[in-house]
């Protein structure tokens, strides 16, 4: 589905009723990032899965976009959709932007997941690294950029065992634009530190880690769920950075979980 947002066009998908439960994707995927949540869960709430700005089959311009932005078109969205409150979960990128919603409209949550997330900005040396591959992109593509990423996004199981889960991964990163790319790489790189807002969650919270996760480490989920007062910690095992691609089964009952008691 396509809908004006913010003066770009917003696609995303919207399937089931209840309780509405917005899936933010990460870097650089797309709504595909949740089929299996979708499927799993559509019988039990209302799962809106956007492209954000730019990826996927959202388009948009070229230009830094912040994690303020991509919280501002979901919240345009959901005014559009006339939902007052919903749970929004992300998954990394996606929960950068799931806790800039939770920072500048707490009022529209119901709750929160942040999953294989962290609330700390980036140091100088990564977002110096940002800026070295989106410049690289410019006269290289981004195919360096999706064979580097596959290595460090999924785990060495994965890599191994699941040949379908490493072409669907790569093929979601090979279907965004260098626009795409460019304007996130830019907009994680400068987006600040939301460490300072934990404490004054006052909804619900579902963090989730991958066990194996090197790009984000069990670590930094293990410090913010230390900040938040209504936050429940799960580890999956056998995961690296994409959980829920990785470990459908396990990550589609720890929603399931976390979303049954709002629907009471
Ligand atoms: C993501 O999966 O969204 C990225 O790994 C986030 C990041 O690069 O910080």
Redo the contacts with the bound molecule.
């Keep these: 589905m396509k809908i004006e947002v913010n003066e770009i066009e917003l696609n995303f998908d919207d399937q089931g009723e209840g309780i509405p439960l917005i899936l933010l994707h990460?870097?650089?995927?797309d709504r595909n990032l949740w089929y299996d949540q979708v499927q799993a869960l559509n019988d039990h709430c209302r799962v809106i899965t956007p492209d954000l700005r730019g990826f996927g089959e959202s388009k948009a311009p070229e230009s830094p976009v912040s994690m303020s932005q991509y919280a501002a078109d979901i919240i345009t969205l959901m005014d559009l959709l006339k939902i007052e409150q919903a749970i929004v979960g992300g998954?990394?990128?996606?929960g950068?932007i799931a806790l800039a919603i939770a920072e500048q409209y707490p009022e529209r949550l119901l709750g929160l997941i942040l999953s294989?997330?962290k609330a700390t900005k980036?140091t100088a040396a990564?977002r110096q690294n940002?800026y070295n591959t989106s410049e690289k992109t410019n006269y290289d593509g981004t195919e360096f950029l999706v064979k580097d990423?596959l290595e460090?996004?999924l785990c060495e199981a994965t890599l191994s065992e699941k040949p379908d889960v490493v072409e669907y991964t790569q093929q979601m990163m090979r279907r965004q634009s260098g626009e795409a790319v460019r304007s996130a790489l830019a907009g994680?790189a400068e987006r600040k530190d939301r460490e300072f807002i934990l404490s004054e969650i006052e909804v619900p919270v579902l963090v989730i880690a991958g066990k194996k996760d090197t790009?984000?480490p069990v670590f930094d989920s293990k410090m913010m769920v230390r900040e938040m007062p209504h936050a429940h910690l799960e580890i999956i095992e056998d995961s690296g950075?994409?959980s829920n691609l990785e470990q459908p089964e396990l990550y589609n009952k720890i929603l399931l979980r976390f979303i049954q008691p709002f629907d009471s």
């Design positions: 990460g870097f650089p995927f998954l990394s990128m996606g950068y294989n997330t980036d990564q940002r990423l460090k996004v994680m790009l984000i950075h994409l």
